[in-house]
């Protein structure tokens, strides 16, 4: 399944390099206005197993650091469909620091506290300088840099002090008519940083509670109009040795409120979007190297209803979860599968699930389809005060046909739904 060393061939680094995560980092840390959120254990704890999808990017003769062992039987099972395991180190980064001298070493973000951890050991760090990449991971000062280099970004007003919200939103209002609005923080991914507003009263509500955060030296906003999209697209950029390249546009697959539930890694696309889009990224990657960017990046843009394109949403400057899939879809890609999605599910068990029994079971349905399937994540809590078994199942399917594509999926989401699960022994 697996195309190796795919990553060396795209940095020029043949030597063994080191991986690790510090994903959930904006979580983490105490950066500007913070939206109403329930902290829930649960969900941190299947991030930190998300650590081991490092392993489809890293080569065969790298190490990757994961926080959790991860279940032999699932280890197994992908070293059956193809996928050569790096060497695992259990533990946490610092728990390893004697193994970063001398050896490129990968984080999923570069921020400072990471810069300085694998400097300070000798280690040669891959990807952009911590002070731009925590700007470009901002969101507001990502579009402030696009309104400046005359990069089309979506109708909204950046407001940096409490007192311009009502005026912002009152201006916005009267230019753009919208159903929906969103009030966007500076930091957070997948969704977590939106409010959306749909009337008077949910603007009334979000301005009460960020009233409690004005005096905050780095209060800022942005109230945006929400689009409604014909294309969610996503594309990740390589900037290195002082060239951009595209390495995938891929198709976001949103829910109604903009949180992330999978990917078409090879949508169809217009040509004459896909043309405008190419040189729209372009034109980004070639100013973020001239402010030094090198290394991975995600940049979400769509393509609204109305025919037009904003290039640019939002910026991830680090590792996204599509980038983990890249060597994946290039090798079925090669293999003649036009249509490829990855998708995860959540799911709740009163009974703990084994793995090998959803393995016969998603095996069990993919008999009648021409095309593949992979569990290539598979993440499990017991939550004590609901009681019941909590599971992230990430798979990836791949199809000749588009409408099959379509029908596996369908199965497998039918599968997935509680009443299912809980008949699985």
């Not at 925590?134 to 002090?161: A, Q, W």
Request: charged share 25%.
């Amino acid at each position: 399944m697996k195309t190796e060393r795919l990553i060396s061939s795209l940095l020029g680094i043949h030597s063994p390099k080191l991986w690790y995560s510090n994903m959930n980092w904006e979580q983490k840390s105490n950066i500007g206005v913070r939206l109403p959120q329930f902290q829930n254990a649960t969900t941190d704890s299947l991030m930190n197993q998300m650590h081991i999808h490092q392993i489809y990017l890293a080569d065969p003769q790298d190490e990757v650091i994961v926080q959790e062992s991860p279940e032999p039987e699932f280890l197994s099972y992908l070293e059956e469909q193809g996928i050569r395991i790096p060497k695992l180190l259990i533990g946490r980064p610092e728990e390893f620091a004697g193994k970063l001298k001398g050896t490129h070493t990968i984080p999923y973000l570069m921020d400072a506290q990471q810069a300085d951890f694998i400097s300070s050991n000798g280690g040669i760090g891959v990807g952009p300088p911590p002070e731009l990449a925590l700007k470009l991971n901002n969101k507001m000062y990502t579009r402030l840099f696009c309104e400046k280099h005359s990069i089309p970004v979506s109708d909204g007003i950046v407001c940096t002090s409490f007192d311009q919200l009502e005026e912002a939103f009152r201006k916005l209002q009267e230019m753009t008519h919208a159903d929906r609005y969103v009030l966007k923080t500076a930091y957070g991914s997948s969704g977590k940083n939106l409010f959306h507003i749909r009337s008077q009263k949910e603007f009334d509500f979000i301005c009460t509670y960020l009233s409690r955060q004005r005096h905050l030296e780095d209060f800022m906003v942005s109230i945006e109009r929400w689009h409604e999209v014909d294309y969610n697209l996503n594309a990740q950029l390589l900037l290195w040795d002082g060239e951009c390249r595209v390495l995938a546009v891929t198709g976001q697959d949103n829910n109604d409120v903009g949180v992330y539930k999978g990917s078409d890694l090879n949508p169809s696309i217009p040509e004459h979007v896909m043309t405008r889009y190419l040189q729209e990224l372009k034109w980004l990657g070639q100013l973020l190297i001239e402010e030094g960017y090198q290394g991975f990046m995600g940049v979400d843009s769509l393509m609204d209803r109305h025919g037009r394109l904003i290039p640019v949403i939002e910026i991830n400057a680090r590792l996204t979860m599509v980038t983990y899939t890249l060597s994946m879809r290039e090798r079925l890609l090669a293999d003649g599968f036009p249509h490829i999605c990855v998708q995860f599910f959540d799911v709740k068990s009163p009974q703990r699930k084994e793995f090998s029994v959803l393995r016969k079971q998603v095996d069990e349905i993919m008999t009648s389809f021409s095309g593949g399937s992979l569990i290539y994540g598979f993440h499990e809590v017991f939550e004590p005060k609901q009681q019941v078994y909590v599971y992230r199942v990430f798979m990836m399917f791949w199809e000749k046909d588009r409408h099959r594509l379509k029908t596996m999926v369908q199965r497998i989401e039918q599968f997935m739904s509680p009443s299912k699960l809980t008949e699985m022994r």
